[in-house]
């Protein structure tokens, strides 16, 4: 069982109708929002400043690298 992470950019459309923009990291599928002080390029000097940006996929053997 391998993690497949979506592709591409995803749009969520809040209860009071705004509309929020998220990014999937491509190193642990999180889905970040893009908003003001975050954004998906932060969301992966995260992964390379405590070194959580490499890891293999048990399913699949693809190394996930920042």
Do not use: Y
């Amino acid at each position: 069982m391998g993690v497949v992470f979506p592709e591409g950019t995803v749009f969520v459309t809040t209860a009071n109708g705004d509309t929020v923009l998220l990014r999937i990291c491509d190193l642990c599928g999180a889905a970040v929002v893009e908003a003001d002080g975050t954004d998906l390029a932060f969301h992966k000097r995260w992964h390379r400043t405590t070194g959580s940006g490499n890891w293999i996929d048990p399913g699949t053997g693809r190394l996930h690298r920042s």
